[in-house]
């Protein structure tokens, strides 16, 4: 088995800040999965549809793309990517917008005006996360940058917004962790 590498945390900081908020809004929503050799870190990315509703019986579509970056990649995975579009209308808190992570609505108090976003957010197998979130239209402003540590396994949840497709997929990266994504499977069923 290939022992997972992880770059250190200002590497991770910059690539989300810089490299995922510099790709065309045109392209996005764009996942994109990272593997790190010790040296040098690798990338390469997929369209995902966010689009539309599915059924709970209908495969996630960040699970599946993160399937086919794992394919591309290889083994040795430590997280994946995520670059999209929030709508400014989509910051209001009303049920239909529940899916957007705490982390957006975060930053967005902390840039100036009220207008779409460009969020990019990455975590890696352990669950870290960093987040960098500009304006849509004031890209030349730095980004508002968030990191969040790694929680215990004991206080793991599945929650309605986005990102947690994106945190299931990288926790997935580490086979330590499987156990503990099945008991919150098993747990989410009614």
Do not use: K
């Amino acid at each position: 088995m290939i022992a997972i590498h992880y770059p250190d945390p200002e590497s991770v900081d910059e690539i989300t800040a810089r490299y995922l908020l510099s790709l065309p809004t045109t392209l996005m929503p764009m996942l994109y999965g990272f593997r790190f050799d010790g040296r040098v870190i690798d990338a390469d990315c997929a369209a995902v549809d966010l689009t539309g509703e599915r059924s709970e019986y209908e495969s996630n579509p960040i699970h599946l793309r993160a399937a086919d970056l794992r394919n591309i990649l290889g083994p040795g995975m430590f997280g994946f990517g995520l670059v999209f579009v929030v709508f400014a209308d989509q910051l209001a808190d009303r049920p239909e917008n529940r899916h957007i992570p705490e982390q957006v609505r975060a930053a967005a108090e902390q840039l100036p005006g009220e207008s779409d976003l460009i969020v990019a957010a990455i975590i890696d197998a352990t669950g870290r996360q960093w987040w960098a979130v500009v304006g849509r239209y004031l890209t030349e402003l730095e980004p508002v940058r968030i990191h969040l540590p790694a929680t215990p396994p004991n206080q793991w949840r599945i929650t309605p917004a986005l990102d947690v497709s994106l945190w299931t997929a990288a926790l997935a990266l580490d086979e330590a962790n499987h156990p503990h994504l099945l008991r919150l499977r098993t747990a989410s069923r009614p």
